[in-house]
């Protein structure tokens, strides 16, 4: 026995990390731990059908209900000499009839490693919020810590860069936040024409907050570091994408303590909460760090913010999903762009699926938010993507596009803010503006909503794709709107309307919808996916997982019918049919989840219960009869 789990554990050993080895004989075994396991290894001590069936049945349940797969053990689970499982590729052969595997598939490490993270992540953001608490407001606070932050791992990129230099060149023992400031600035050229900026030794993160609680002028000190971070890159390639990037971290605001000794306390305890923060290397994090970090603030204490404008936080696996669309058969795009990046949530996830390196020309976007154009160009430079990879520029994308000199982009993913208002027909110029003229009319003033998908349009590249979120009101609202969608359908550049979950946002619970354009499509129709019913529900929200979304890229990519789940429609149909309408409920019947009623079953049911109570009655009466005759 001992010989045959050292055979399967060195089988698993080598592919799983963890493995529970289990020998039970009873049907309430405890299974409410599995969900730490990859592999349970099973060996009841029964051939017992009966129990092996009700065992299986059970471990299916509990798997299930983690999001686990179960492989099971045969059609009949009967034990068998020699069963094989087919466990992510790797083929398991079972020595013993006795012993029944279980696979974990899709609930793997990878999941238990984010989750980790992201909850190390909360609690040293509500540690921090919990020191602040009183003094300073909810947006106050996302700029101090996403400043901070900023400020930790630029000053710790820096330093990996030049001591990993030193190490290579055989320096074993060389430190740069040890080096003097004189030594240091004999290499400032240098560094600033490779990195884009320069940080003195001094004014590193970790050495002003080991000298922090014993410095009196920490404010003065954190400004000027600031200060002298923006001013490195002045006169090189770089000084636009480091101008004014600290600009919302006021230092020395009365919010933080009303006087100089009260605001220090709080910017040790700032920079405490930052550099306690276990995220390693940032690079070798499995989530996104600083989005995520984001889109907690905003659930934190942005309840009500940006809601006026339309604007919210584009959750990391609905970027995935709207970079995994515009991906389909390319191992290597030359630009990718979002004309409303916010934060740049969306350009990252590009980086992190396709690989940064597989972006030739860069990373592109604009955002008219000051605040959100700032933490765009601190996210760049936080994932390692150098200054002269990327161009993010603050102004009206649809007034006043920055990237005319770029375009056209080879993969276009965004989130515009959802029917925002806009200067529209009150600019008489607009309409001659090649973006919107072909359409013939511009998008509603009140309603911004197509005027970006006619932008994003206009600046993709002939073997391009765009998937773009759309409110869903543009799908089927009429006047203007219509028109547009005529145009996009007459054209053939839709390719595919994709109903999303509703409640995926922070901030709005409406179900939110994709819109995939291209310029060079293989047919004339339109793939309507509803995906309305691929979610798991998490606390108040729903969430894509990594199934649900390989889910929608198998329907996507699959292009063909699928019963309450894809049509394919002619955009003939479309256009004569129902009047250019591009809503997913107009072409995909949703299933019927109602219990059927079987009217002859039920009326056969019926006449049986009537003549069982006519028959009743009869026994009753004659029971009566029986008794007046005795009386």
């Not at 002003?208 to 390639?237: M, P």
């Not at 160009?377 to 390692?384: E, K, Q, S, V, Y």
Request: with cysteine; hydrophobic share 35%; charged share 25%.
């Amino acid at each position: 026995m001992r010989g045959r789990k050292g055979n399967l554990l060195q089988t698993f050993g080598t592919r799983y990390k963890k493995l529970l080895f289990l020998k039970k004989n009873k049907k309430n075994i405890d299974t409410d731990n599995f969900w730490q396991f990859d592999v349970v290894i099973l060996q009841p001590e029964t051939k017992n059908p009966h129990f092996l069936k009700l065992l299986t049945h059970k471990i299916t349940t509990i798997m299930q209900t983690n999001n686990m797969l179960f492989i099971p053990f045969g059609e009949t689970h009967e034990m068998a000499s020699g069963i094989t499982f087919n466990t992510n590729n790797s083929t398991i052969a079972t020595q013993n009839s006795n012993t029944v595997t279980l696979a974990r598939a899709e609930k793997t490490m990878t999941d238990k490693i984010k989750d980790q993270e992201r909850e190390e992540l909360h609690k040293a953001i509500w540690s921090i919020a919990d020191d602040l608490r009183g003094s300073v407001d909810g947006w106050d606070f996302k700029q101090y810590v996403l400043g901070i932050m900023f400020y930790r791992y630029i000053s710790e990129n820096l330093t990996h860069y030049i001591n990993q230099g030193e190490h290579e060149s055989g320096n074993a023992d060389f430190d740069y936040a040890l080096l003097s400031d004189a030594e240091a600035e004999l290499a400032r050229a240098g560094l600033i024409e490779e990195k884009g900026f320069f940080i003195l030794p001094s004014q590193l993160f970790c050495n002003v907050r080991r000298r922090a609680k014993n410095d009196e002028n920490l404010n003065i000190t954190l400004e000027n570091a600031f200060r002298a971070i923006e001013q490195s890159a002045q006169g090189a390639d770089s000084e636009g994408d480091f101008a004014g990037l600290f600009a919302d971290v006021d230092i020395n605001s009365p919010k933080l303590g009303a006087t100089l000794s009260k605001r220090n306390e709080k910017l040790c305890k700032l920079l405490d909460g930052i550099g306690n923060m276990k995220l390693g290397n940032y690079q070798d994090n499995s989530i996104d760090a600083f989005g995520d970090a984001y889109e907690f603030l905003m659930t934190m204490y942005a309840s009500g913010a940006g809601k006026s404008g339309g604007e919210f936080f584009t959750p990391q696996e609905v970027s995935d999903l709207l970079c995994r669309l515009t991906l389909v058969g390319k191992k290597q795009v030359n630009k990718v762009y979002d004309p409303a990046c916010g934060s740049g949530s969306l350009l990252l996830k590009f980086a992190k699926i396709l690989g940064k390196e597989n972006v030739r020309d860069g990373f592109y976007g604009q955002e008219i938010n000051l605040t959100t154009y700032n933490l765009c160009r601190i996210n760049m430079f936080l994932h390692d993507i150098g200054f002269d990879k990327f161009d993010i520029q603050c102004d009206d994308t649809l007034t006043s596009p920055q990237h005319w000199d770029e375009e056209p982009f080879e993969a276009i993913v965004s989130n515009p803010p959802y029917s925002i208002k806009w200067v529209g027909d009150k600019d008489a110029t607009l309409i001659n503006d090649p973006r919107f003229s072909p359409a013939g009319v511009l998008a509603p003033s009140s309603k911004a909503d197509l005027a970006f998908i006619m932008h994003s349009l206009h600046w993709l590249a002939a073997d391009g794709t765009a998937a773009i979120v759309c409110f869903p009101g543009v799908m089927y609202r009429g006047g203007a709107e219509q028109k547009i969608r005529k145009y996009l359908i007459d054209n053939n550049y839709v390719d595919a309307i994709i109903q999303l979950p509703d409640n995926l946002f922070f901030g709005t619970s409406i179900a939110t919808c994709i819109m995939v354009l291209k310029k060079n499509k293989k047919d004339n129709n339109v793939l309507f996916i509803d995906a309305s019913q691929e979610c798991e529900k998490v606390t108040n929200n729903n969430k894509l997982r990594d199934h649900h979304i390989e889910r929608v890229m198998q329907l996507y990519t699959g292009r063909q019918e699928v019963e309450h789940a894809v049509a394919l429609v002619s955009n003939t149909k479309i256009g004569e049919e129902q009047n250019y309408t591009l809503s997913v409920s107009t072409y995909v019947e949703k299933e019927d989840t109602t219990e059927k009623v079987d009217i002859v079953e039920l009326n056969a049911r019926l006449r049986m219960i009537v003549k069982k109570e006519n028959e009743l009655r009869a026994e009753i009466d004659e029971i009566i009869k029986e008794i007046e005759g005795l009386i």
